[in-house]
């Protein structure tokens, strides 16, 4: 009496934390739809979503654009108050400055136009903060933090004992920025003065000195700027970089399970039927 059944079929898989794998005969390949400008004013209607690097160039291009797309509608008149109470008052205050020529009034200028700018990059911190995700740590809001404000997308992140580091790295740039410029300056006259006609400078150095040290500390100031802008896009990348490993898997979990498994009927195989096999799925 002879006996039919299913095959046994062995089964092997690699499993590196993606439990839903596409077909490997599947290649369909999706294309991405242009994005448009109109998406930017169907947003605000609640029609489509954005992206937090899209809301947040539509804040940089119109200030309180991610306030209406966040639905916080009374933080928009104060943005634009303290905006344009600081550009009026600075005009009026340059405008007295040009007929008087009081340095009080340049001050206050100074003051009313850095008091405009500091309420349009608070528009675009509050922008990035109120953005709405459900991701736990999202890398894009993790960049703008620090782009906006250094060390803040390590707090963000939770990596606190970077801020120092930062900080400190940006303090010392800053600082040799500034000597470097100062003695730059101050050799500069020097070297005006020696080479005028009749010479103004009565110094012991000899003109071919004072080029030298001229030429040397513009080259560290120019080294100091170049260290400062490192520092500061070094912060960014930190932080995007940390960002993406929150939710990556560190653990020390490696296992190989051997379970029971149900094998399809496939091209490759010789039977015309399913079989039950064993899988072995290795997790690393």
């Not at 070297?191 to 005028?196: D, E, G, K, L, Q």
């Not at 932080?239 to 094998?263: C, K, M, W, Y």
């Amino acid at each position: 009496m002879l006996c039919s059944g299913p095959l046994v079929y062995g089964q092997f898989a690699v499993d590196m934390g993606q439990q839903d794998t596409k077909s490997s005969q599947d290649t369909t390949v999706q294309a991405k739809e242009p994005f448009r400008l109109r998406t930017y004013f169907s947003a605000l209607a609640g029609k489509d979503t954005l992206k937090l690097g899209r809301v947040f160039s539509g804040a940089v291009v119109l200030p309180g654009y991610s306030q209406a797309y966040n639905r916080q509608y009374w933080k928009i008149p104060v943005v634009y108050a303290g905006i344009g109470a600081g550009i009026y008052m600075g005009t009026r205050f340059n405008t007295k400055y040009k007929e008087t020529e009081n340095d009080s009034y340049a001050l206050y200028r100074n003051l009313c136009y850095v008091g405009a700018g500091l309420f349009y990059w608070g528009s675009l911190l509050d922008g990035v903060a109120g953005f709405k995700h459900k991701k736990q740590i999202l890398p894009a809001k993790a960049t703008l933090y620090s782009a906006l404000l250094p060390g803040l997308g390590q707090m963000y992140n939770g990596d606190y004992w970077k801020i120092p580091v930062i900080y400190g790295g940006l303090i010392a740039c800053g600082y040799f920025w500034q000597y470097n410029g100062l003695q730059y300056n101050r050799y500069k006259l020097m070297y005006n003065h020696a080479m005028a006609k009749p010479s103004e400078y009565d110094g012991w150095m000899t003109p071919e000195n004072i080029k030298w040290y001229r030429d040397t500390f513009r080259r560290y100031r120019d080294y100091s700027i170049i260290a400062t802008v490192l520092v500061y896009a070094l912060n960014v990348i930190d932080a995007n970089v940390f960002a993406h490993f929150q939710d990556f898997d560190i653990s020390d979990d490696l296992t190989l399970r051997i379970e029971p498994g149900f094998i399809p009927v496939t091209n490759f195989t010789s039977a015309g039927y399913p079989g039950a096999g064993l899988q072995m799925r290795l997790t690393f």
